[in-house]
């Protein structure tokens, strides 16, 4: 049985700082590229950032290029997110997401999804 744990979320201040964890186990996780996703209330479900599962490869949405940081740790089944610089229109709840295969392309090949955590910003 697979579980999914997020931690890490909460109220922030606009530039302040939250980093989430997404410790998925149940089968060999570290074989599965690992992501996280993104969705405000009345909108579509976003990539956050995506990373293989080498951590060799790592993709960025547009929006948090330069202030969010993803990384794994492959013998704790746990991918991190370091957001930094928060800004109020990152206030949304946040999805970590294990694929199909070691790399995340395409994003929509997604097989698990871990509960959502909210990430608040305050301005």
């Known amino acids: 049985q697979v579980q999914r744990v997020e931690s890490g979320g909460g109220l922030v201040q606009a530039g302040g700082s939250l980093r989430l964890s997404c410790v998925m186990t149940?089968?060999?996780?570290?074989?599965?590229?690992r992501g996280w996703f993104r969705q405000s209330p009345g909108q579509e479900r976003e990539v956050v950032a995506a990373?293989?599962?080498?951590?060799?490869?790592?993709l960025y949405g547009d929006s948090v290029k330069g202030r969010f940081t993803i990384s794994r740790d492959n013998a704790k089944n746990t991918v991190y997110r370091q957001m930094n610089n928060l800004k109020p229109e990152d206030t949304a709840v946040y999805y970590c997401?294990?694929?199909?295969?070691?790399?995340?392309?395409?994003?929509?090949?997604?097989?698990?999804w871990g509960q959502g955590t909210q990430v608040t910003v305050s301005s």
């Open positions: 990373i293989s599962w080498s951590g060799a490869g790592i």
């Open positions: 997401a294990s694929f199909y295969s070691g790399t995340y392309y395409p994003l929509s090949e997604v097989d698990y």
């Open positions: 149940g089968r060999t996780f570290v074989s599965y590229a």
